[in-house]
């Protein structure tokens, strides 16, 4: 069981990492708006190891007015370079990337940063004393978006609520039906990407989804 004074949990959305139709996805963009909640979009065109960066850099700047309309964080997954030229709010940064003090110097202190730290309690902590905002934990069930993944359990997250006080992503096969056991696990965002854009009932309806389940473990945290 997690802290009682923690607050509630919010989504992490993550685009599709191949966009085709820019202008189609800035209107499925609009329509997970509608359902409810969401913090932040992380730009993630990457269908394989390598980022697109033109294509990210496309995707960002389409859906930059959407995000700021709707109060949402816009994010760009591993470039300083696209985050500073399309003035998003921030960058994620993996293992490979810069280092979060190096982003940290370039960005100023106003811009979002996170990390992706897997399963690892070193990197994490490590992201967090060079200044990250968050931490990026998982993959916490299997998951195709990604395929460089390491399992990661629950007790991780509970471990971080109790020694850090930045907050921390828990991304990787995360559903509506999961997400309710993760948040009181201890995650501060769940991250989706396939669970909203390929839901049935389309993404409008897969937003509503989670915020109700991320709502019901409020009572119980």
Not at 33 to 56: F, H, M, N, S, W
Not at 138 to 158: I, S
């Amino acid at each position: 069981m997690t802290e009682p004074n923690r607050q509630r949990t919010r989504l992490y959305l993550i685009t599709p990492p191949i966009v085709s139709d820019v202008a189609g996805f800035a209107r499925d963009l609009e329509n997970a708006l509608d359902g409810g909640d969401v913090a932040c979009l992380q730009v993630r065109i990457k269908p394989g190891d390598v980022l697109d960066v033109e294509a990210t850099r496309r995707v960002a700047e389409t859906v930059l007015p959407i995000c700021r309309s709707r109060d949402v964080a816009l994010i760009i997954n591993d470039s300083v370079d696209i985050c500073e030229a399309v003035g998003a709010d921030g960058v994620h940064l993996g293992h490979s990337d810069m280092r979060v003090k190096d982003a940290r110097k370039r960005l100023g202190k106003d811009l979002i940063i996170g990390a992706t730290a897997k399963n690892s309690r070193h990197v994490a902590m490590e992201a967090g004393e060079q200044g990250a905002d968050y931490v990026a934990f998982g993959a916490f069930f299997p998951t195709e978006t990604k395929v460089d993944t390491v399992p990661a359990e629950p007790e991780l997250l509970e471990w971080w609520q109790a020694v850090m006080e930045i907050p921390c992503v828990a991304i990787g096969g995360i559903t509506a039906e999961r997400a309710k056991a993760i948040s009181l696990a201890g995650a501060d965002f769940v991250a989706v990407s396939s669970a909203v854009w390929s839901h049935p009932g389309g993404a409008k309806a897969a937003v509503a989804a989670f915020n109700a389940a991320l709502d019901e473990a409020v009572t119980e945290f």
